[in-house]
């Protein structure tokens, strides 16, 4: 029974007429369907068009993104800062940087002050009552009241830290056992500016803290006496002057050779840390401290078997030596030797080595003999050069020249003495021995051009050859032998009286020599003078004769102390010293820089108080980390990986895209398939237009350096950017700014003052001519001036407080230092309550005072730039110093291109709207009086390939106008009417089915009456 459920839910299709009606109907239906076929064919395939689209859309966008990267000044800009030695100085980029090399030498940290106090023998240690004044380099005083409730060393101490300002204080044990205890305060603020100052009025029981420097008076003078000479000042060169002698009764078995090597160089008895090694043929071996706190010259000193040294005053070189020998007790079984000769003896040292090696003489000059000649220097009597009394050179050569040179007392080694016939001799210091020699020859005749001689033997004409060193005479048993004694030169020492006066300000302890320059009488001889030194190098003279210096006068020499000498007579090299003391931990120590220094010396000396610094180089901060005496290199450079990365990225977008193009637009003939824009002719001139801005120049820029190109990118034939990666890295690294200039907005002025901003679609580039630019008015600063003060002014409890508004920001409440000032002094205590507010602190507000007036300057410039002053009690408004001055709003700069009013803002100037110069965005940073009539400045301004591929880009995107965006609409439209069409023939044969449906109900409801019908009949007549 067929039974399928029609549209008419009570009607049962094919029972009266046996017939498939549904199928019938759904045949008839399909059949009316193949009309939607082709409708549904074209809409899939604007589908696809639409998707095709929509993804060029994001090729598009990912190309514009790459495209914005190139336009911007930050790809191109960004610069790398390296340090040769980044443990000395930290270099980081800030902006600005311009590349290049730098060199400086860190001299000097920035430190912050340090102080402690005298000790005391616990915290509890009462220390007085009163006022305590703490100041930190120009700041605000800070007092601390010292009561019953903080009398002691720990009050003092928590005191100070509740002031809460740039001084911490602690209290720390030290290992005195007495009084272990110190306060100990600390700046926070680094350099000069943080040094600290205390001035305690503390009265009462106790001892207050005290934080001053003091010193003591100078010792008795030190002259020539005995014998004493002026301590010498070791030189290193030549040999060593200082006379060996060896004492004792040797008491070994065995002979003895003994070798002395000087460890370093110094003066005997004088130089610190002075060392001397000694070692024997059997392997004994020790060292001696001739230093000054462990020698005095002349005295003994033991070394080995009752064998002693005693050294001289004088100089010893480093790894100069001399050597001695001891003979033992020989056996009685020498009968044939008398008791002397069997005795032990000791041989006198040898001269020092390096007077064989490197303290031989020096012969100089032009001889003018026209003979080859041999000369002999002999050497008469022994002991060191300069200093001897008789010690001379005798010369003399075969050809009859004779002479003698003297270089004992008052020769000045390495000074030149003539010998005759244009020859000079010159000795380095050392000693010389009786009958030492040295020759050497001159050759008259040149021996240049003779080939058979070896290179050493040839010389020019005129030349001195085969100068040897001293030759020594002296036998080994004879040693170097001890010279006559010094003449005594008799007692005289200065006896003038001095007396140092004065605060000592300086943060370090130092040593004060003071040594007469020439002998006579305090006050009495003329050009009588003194010169002073520290152990630090510092040096100055002071005149002290009868012509410059009365008697008990002061004299100011250095860090205020001053010097005052009484009646009496002072001698030639005579000399007093004295000694500063400083409660200073560390000193306020400014960082010190040389810039530009070299290996040489030399740079640029830059002082800061902090560590830290921000304008040395542009676009550099330097922090500095240690300080070290070779230079450190800084290097800037252009960001050229990231220059290199932003071209390759944009390469490979743009391919991308290309590659994209292709495969919506091409036809397969294998499959006769066609890709969704395949014939479209819009993608390909989209394509033909991006290509265009690759292939033309950049019109603005010179000829040679106008196109791609010229750095290694071009267009291949199917479109596509090839990038020639070695041509483009050397144009980089060559000069980034060209490279940049060519993707990149970019304006190019004459005048530093005038810098281009940045710019939009809408500003139109320049050409080669430029846009000529002509500033009528700077941009200026709000300021507010004071009445001219006619002399000190007074701040108390009436006037002290009042309000300080800058850019519509007010301050809290000011409240000034009291007392009678002039307006300089206000001025500072005024910066230093600005800079410490919390609503004006950061804003760099400046207070100058000039001609007795005082001036609150904004930090920016423009029409919102202003100042004003308020005090909260109106009454003494006309009295007050600061009040009723005159309050100037600052004004925005001004100026126009071709005649257009530019519009300003600070110190910018925008293009206008609907202008050739619209967005485009100028700094000007000129003052008034750099502006004059006509143009300040030409500029030309270029747009590069990144800036036209964004901006074509932005017009083809641009909704409803631009042709992707028309493209992308139409195609959805035209889809919208597919399935429009499509509803319409769905509702078409919807309608159709029912109707179909319901005319065949109808004929099987009838056929079905007719069957019954017949039925009934055919029983009618059967009854029949």
């Given at each position: ?249 040797y008491t070994g078995e065995d002979p003895l050779e003994l070798t002395f090597t000087a460890v370093n160089t110094g ?111 002999k050497v008469v009597g022994s002991g060191q050069i300069g200093q001897a009394e008789d010690l001379k050179i005798e ?14 007392k008052g020769y000045e080694p390495g000074t030149k003495l003539s010998l005759g016939k244009g020859l000079e001799l ?599």
């Amino acid at each position: 029974m067929a039974g399928e459920i029609t549209s008419n839910p009570n009607v049962i299709t094919g029972l009266a007429s046996g017939m498939d009606t549904k199928g019938i109907v759904e045949q008839m239906i399909a059949a009316e369907r193949k009309k939607i076929e082709p409708v549904e064919q074209r809409k899939e395939a604007k589908k696809l068009e639409l998707d095709a689209w929509k993804q060029t859309k994001v090729y598009l966008d990912s190309v514009k993104g790459v495209a914005d990267k190139l336009s911007k000044k930050t790809l191109w800009e960004g610069k790398i800062v390296s340090s040769s030695n980044p443990e000395v100085v930290e270099a980081i980029a800030t902006s600005g940087a311009k590349p290049g090399k730098h060199t400086l030498v860190v001299d000097k940290l920035a430190l912050n002050h340090q102080i402690a106090s005298q000790g005391f023998a616990a915290k509890e240690d009462q220390i007085g009552r009163g006022e305590v004044v703490i100041t930190v380099g120009d700041e605000q005083t800070e007092k601390i009241v010292i009561d019953e409730t903080n009398d002691s060393l720990q009050g003092y101490v928590d005191a100070i830290n509740a002031l809460e300002s740039n001084v911490s204080a602690n209290v720390i044990k030290t290992g005195n056992k007495e009084k272990p205890f110190q306060v100990v305060l600390t700046s926070k603020k680094t350099g000069r500016e943080g040094e600290i100052k205390v001035v305690s009025y503390l009265k009462g029981e106790g001892e207050a803290p005290t934080f001053d420097p003091y010193y003591l008076q100078p010792g008795k003078w030190k002259g020539v006496v005995r014998g004493e000479q002026r301590e010498p000042v070791p030189t290193g060169t030549g040999a060593s002057t200082a006379i060996p002698e060896l004492i004792g009764d040797y008491t070994g078995e065995d002979p003895l050779e003994l070798t002395f090597t000087a460890v370093n160089t110094g003066i005997i008895g004088v130089s610190e840390n002075l060392r001397m090694r000694w070692e024997d043929n059997t392997g004994r071996y020790g060292y001696l401290d001739l230093g000054s706190f462990n020698y005095t010259p002349g005295e003994p000193l033991e070394i080995v078997d009752g064998i002693s040294l005693i050294l001289s005053e004088g100089e010893i070189i480093v790894n100069d030596v001399f050597t001695s020998r001891a003979k033992n007790q020989d056996s009685e079984l020498y009968w044939w030797k008398s008791d002397e000769e069997r005795a032990p003896k000791i041989t006198q040292p040898t001269s020092w080595k390096r007077q064989a090696t490197e303290g031989g003489p020096i012969i100089t000059g032009q001889f003018d003999g026209t003979e080859d000649d041999v000369f002999t220097l002999k050497v008469v009597g022994s002991g060191q050069i300069g200093q001897a009394e008789d010690l001379k050179i005798e010369y003399e050569s075969e050809n009859g020249i004779k002479g003698t040179a003297f270089v004992g007392k008052g020769y000045e080694p390495g000074t030149k003495l003539s010998l005759g016939k244009g020859l000079e001799l010159e000795l380095k210091p050392g000693l010389l021995n009786d009958g030492d020699y040295a020759t050497f020859e001159y050759q008259a005749e040149s021996t240049a051009n003779y080939w058979w001689l070896d290179d050493e033997d040839r010389h020019e004409g005129g030349a001195i050859t085969n100068l040897t060193n001293w030759i020594s005479t002296a036998t080994e048993e004879e040693g170097f032998g001890v010279p006559a004694g010094k003449k005594p030169v008799g007692a005289r020492v200065s006896n003038a009286q001095k007396q140092i006066v004065g605060t000592y300000t300086d943060f370090d302890p130092k040593v004060y020599t003071f040594t007469a320059l020439k002998s006579g009488s305090v006050g009495v001889t003329k050009e009588l003078e003194l010169r002073w030194e520290d152990d630090d190098g510092n040096s100055g003279t002071l005149k002290v004769g009868g012509d410059a210096y009365q008697m008990g006068t002061p004299i100011e020499f250095d860090s205020g102390l001053s010097l005052v000498l009484g009646e009496g007579s002072i001698f030639e090299t005579d000399s007093f010293t004295f000694r500063t003391f400083t409660p200073v931990i560390q000193p306020p120590q400014d960082a010190e820089i040389r810039l530009g220094a070299t290996e040489l010396g030399g740079g640029l000396l830059i002082t800061n108080p902090t560590n830290t610094l921000e304008d040395v180089i542009d676009g550099v901060k330097l922090n500095l980390l240690s300080t070290h005496e070779k230079p450190v290199t800084i290097s800037i450079r252009g960001d050229t990986e990231k220059a290199l990365e932003g071209i390759a990225e944009f390469a490979d977008a743009y391919n991308k895209m290309l590659l994209f193009f292709k495969d919506v637009t091409k036809y397969d003939k294998e499959t006769n398939e066609a890709a969704p824009l395949q014939g479209d002719r819009n993608l390909p001139r989209i394509q033909r237009e991006a290509n265009s801005i690759f292939i033309d120049p950049i019109i603005g820029l010179d000829n040679d350096r106008n196109m791609l190109v010229s750095i290694g990118l071009k267009i291949t034939q199917e479109g596509m950017i090839d990038i020639d990666e070695e041509k483009l890295t050397n144009a980089i690294n060559d000069n980034l700014t060209t490279v940049a200039n060519l993707f990149r907005s970019h304006g190019t002025s004459e005048n530093s003052g005038i810098i281009y901003l940045g710019s939009s679609e809408k500003t139109q580039i320049s050409g080669k001519d430029g846009y000529d630019i002509d500033i009528t008015a700077a941009a200026t600063q709000g300021s507010y001036t004071t009445r001219q003060a006619q002399g000190p002014v007074t701040i108390d409890e009436n006037n002290r407080e009042i309000y300080v508004t800058v850019n519509g920001r007010e301050s809290d409440k000011i409240i000034l230092e009291t007392g009678t000032m002039k307006m300089e002094d206000l001025a500072k205590d005024l910066q230093r309550k600005i800079i410490n507010d919390k609503s004006l602190g950061k804003m760099n507000v400046v207070v100058t005072s000039e001609d007795g007036k005082l001036t609150i300057r904004s930090n920016v410039t423009g029409s919102k730039s202003a100042v004003s002053l308020r005090v909260e009690n109106v009454e003494n408004i006309l009295n007050h110093p600061l009040m009723n001055g005159e309050s100037k709003i600052g004004t925005d700069v001004q100026g126009s291109i071709k005649g257009v009013a530019m519009q300003g803002s600070g110190q910018i100037l925008t293009g206008p709207p609907d202008s050739p110069f619209e967005d485009l965005k100028l700094y000007v940073s000129l003052s008034a009086n750099q502006v004059g009539p006509g143009s300040e400045a030409n500029m030309v301004f270029t747009k590069g390939v990144g800036t036209k591929v964004m901006e074509y880009i932005d017009k083809v995107m641009e909704n409803n106008k631009g042709a992707l965006d028309i493209y992308t609409k139409n195609v959805e439209k035209q889809l919208e009417n597919y399935n429009k069409e499509l509803k319409t023939l769905e509702e078409r044969i919807t309608s159709k089915r029912e109707k179909l449906s319901a005319k065949f109900a109808k004929m099987e409801g009838q056929l079905g009456q007719l069957k019954s019908e017949q039925q009934y009949l055919s029983g009618e007549l059967a009854k029949l």
